[in-house]
């Protein structure tokens, strides 16, 4: 379940980055778009190292208890 949250959170950052992508195309302030690309490519890089995370919790732990 935790995986799965990650996994919809890392596809939501980057569909912000898109979105600010479309903005600066469509004529919103560049600064703005510029600054929530930036942000949205941090939380998706957090959230694939989080992912990386969990899945070495859970290698770990699975070859404990097999």
Do not use: H, W
């Not at 949250?5 to 600066?24: P, R, T």
């Not at 998706?44 to 919790?57: F, G, H, L, N, Y």
């Amino acid at each position: 379940m935790k995986k799965l949250l990650i996994a919809m959170m890392a596809i939501l950052a980057f569909n912000v980055s898109y979105a600010a992508e479309l903005g600066e195309e469509m004529g919103i302030p560049n600064e703005e778009c510029t600054r929530t690309r930036a942000d949205a490519q941090r939380v998706a890089k957090d959230q694939i190292q989080q992912s990386r995370e969990v899945q070495k919790d859970d290698t770990s732990s699975s070859s404990i208890d097999g």
